[in-house]
């Protein structure tokens, strides 16, 4: 019951953590939307205002207010002309509906200022090479503007230098040159709380001269927008809530219990020993739950029917395997495995192995006296593994013994016996021979290869080198194949290493092979040693290089050393 819960507690939290995220997404988006909405409505009140005290002037007056400000920044009129503008009645008439108009918009400040658009672009362009120490200290003797009227807590006069905020530089140029008012907003923080500004430009003579600029507080964005994110986080909490206990009670009915349900009979197929469910057939949701039990309930039968099946497979199993055990004990009698093997013959020293990859194999060797002075070495492999391979290799070892005893030669043996293997052999399976016969008091080795591995080797008080003899065709594939005899003398000491494919091409975890170098050097450690010991070594160095890795062919060694009468 406890995981059950466990999954009924992951599936509420996934849904609540999914729940707070789309919140989270919808309350931010709409903050977004809504904060824009609000500082948009501002910042036109704003522009309004400017259009309402631009309308105040006059053209003529207007214009002559402009060009007096900019001939007062160039130094062409005195400070006295200005004032005595500034004690005209008309010059305070339009400052009086300035003020009125401030108070009645509730801004905090309105003002017309004479614009040097060419000092104002220079400041631009040279902010852009300039570091930001450097644009901060250019910023505090910028003054574009000369003030002609302000309504300000503390107005500049007319004639006043002053200069807008070097953040909106790039703006403001863009809005000198243009003669329109700006799309951003000039939105700053001060200690009074947010503030957006309206800068709009009068045009004169095709350009920009002056600008009318208005800065009204956004008091009421800040409360606003802290009451949308409480009731937009309160509401959809509520409905969070009340979707999730909804929630809670579909997912119960439609998914954990069904679900229980079936854990509990899967829990009494066990327990009562496979007897199928009835219970299972009562889940009708329709769905995937309904998927999952009519499964259960298939897997329940299938399961009754495996066992069935497997108790049998399991007894024809274990009756082969006894019958492969009997294989595996008659083809290793097969072998010569009583060493010495000739006890009462000194004249030569013989030693060989064989460990099939499979129960049964396709490797095999042998040796025999063909006549008290001759005796026959052979190895061989034949393609395949298994059972099959273990019957042509009974079929390929006697037929070349029978040969080898009617005294013929090993190429004479194997060209027989290779027709002999070609015939009904719709297995199209073959095997490649290595036959040698020793004429023990004269030490000649006459041998011929069959398509088989490079024979091995030693001179008395050498090392082992690989003997590169003709090769042949493999057998039981072409018949009427004749093969190459070579000769070998032997003398007291010498040695000769025969082997299968299996032992160069063993291969590691890493599927690096073991190789005729490795071979070569493996016999070479013990060059001395008795054909016993010196196939012990090189085994042992086999299965140290191959480890943990499974053994993929047959591994057939035979050494036989020469003592000479």
């Known amino acids: 019951m406890k995981k059950h819960s466990a999954l009924v507690l992951k599936i509420l939290t996934g849904f609540a953590v999914l729940a707070i995220l789309i919140c989270a997404a919808c309350t931010g988006i709409g903050y977004i939307q809504y904060r824009a909405y609000i500082q948009k409505q501002y910042n036109d009140t704003a522009y309004q205002i400017a259009e309402t005290f631009r309308g105040y002037f ?16 160039a130094g062409a009129i005195p400070k006295e002309t200005l004032e005595r503008e500034m004690a005209s009645g008309r010059y305070q008439e339009l400052r009086e509906q300035m003020d009125r108009l401030r108070e009645h918009m509730g801004a905090n400040d309105i003002y017309l200022a004479q614009l040097d658009i060419q000092e104002m672009y220079d400041f631009y362009v040279a902010s852009l090479d300039e570091s930001p120490a450097g644009v901060s200290e250019s910023a505090r003797n910028w003054n574009p503007m000369t003030y002609i009227m302000d309504s300000y807590a503390e107005p500049y006069e007319f004639g006043d230098m002053g200069g807008l905020n070097p953040v909106y530089i790039k703006e403001a140029v863009a809005l000198a040159r243009s003669g329109e008012r700006s799309d951003s907003y000039f939105i700053s923080k001060s200690a009074y709380g947010y503030n957006t500004s309206a800068i709009l430009p009068i045009m004169l003579e095709g350009s920009t001269a002056a600008v009318v600029g208005v800065e009204i507080p956004m008091a009421t964005l800040q409360k606003t927008l802290s009451d949308y994110v409480s009731h937009s986080v309160l509401s959809m909490l509520v409905v969070t809530v009340l979707c999730l206990a909804v929630y809670v009670h579909i997912l119960y009915r439609s998914i954990i219990a069904p679900i229980n349900l079936i854990a509990a009979e899967a829990s009494s197929f066990v327990k009562e020993e496979n007897q199928v469910s009835a219970e299972l057939q009562k889940i009708r949701t329709g769905d995937e739950i309904q998927t999952l039990s009519e499964t259960l309930l298939k897997m329940e039968q299938d399961i009754n029917h495996y066992i069935d099946n497997l108790t049998k497979v399991t007894a024809e199993k274990e009756r082969i395997s006894a019958e492969l055990n009997v294989a595996t004990q008659i083809q290793a009698d097969m072998l010569p495995r009583i060493f010495p093997a000739f006890p009462d013959r000194q004249e030569f020293d013989i030693f060989a192995t064989m460990n099939p990859a499979k129960e049964v194999g396709g490797d095999f060797y042998d040796f025999f006296l063909t006549d008290p002075d001759h005796l026959a070495l052979v190895v061989a492999d034949v393609s395949g593994k298994g059972i099959p391979a273990a019957l042509f290799m009974v079929i390929s070892k006697t037929l ?7 005294g013929d030669s090993p190429k004479e043996i194997l060209r027989a016996v290779n027709d002999q293997l070609c015939e009904n052999n719709e297995a199209e399976m073959f095997v490649t021979v290595w036959l040698g016969i020793l004429e023990i008091s004269t030490g000649v080795l006459t041998a011929v290869n069959a398509g088989h591995e490079y024979p091995i080797m030693r001179k008395a008080g050498g090392a082992y080198e690989l003997l590169d003899d003709p090769h042949g065709f493999v057998m039981g594939v072409m018949p009427g194949m004749q093969y190459q005899e070579y000769e070998i003398e032997m003398h007291r000491g010498d040695s000769i290493y025969v082997y299968s494919d299996g032992a160069p091409d063993a291969v590691n975890l890493q599927e690096e092979q073991f190789e005729r170098e490795r071979l070569l050097a493996s016999l070479n450690q013990v060059p001395d040693a008795l054909p016993e010991e010196l196939l012990r070594q090189v085994k042992g160095d086999i299965d140290r290089f191959v480890g943990d890795a499974a ?4 591994i057939t060694m035979l050494c036989m050393r020469y003592c000479g009468e």
Not at 58 to 73: D, N, S, V
Not at 400 to 406: E, V
Not at 551 to 554: A, C, G, K
């Open 58 to 73: 006059e053209e003529e007056e207007l214009e002559r207010y402009i060009h007096m400000a900019a001939q007062y920044k």
């Open 400 to 406: 070349i013994k029978n040969q080898a005893q009617m």
């Open 551 to 554: 053994q993929f062919d047959d």
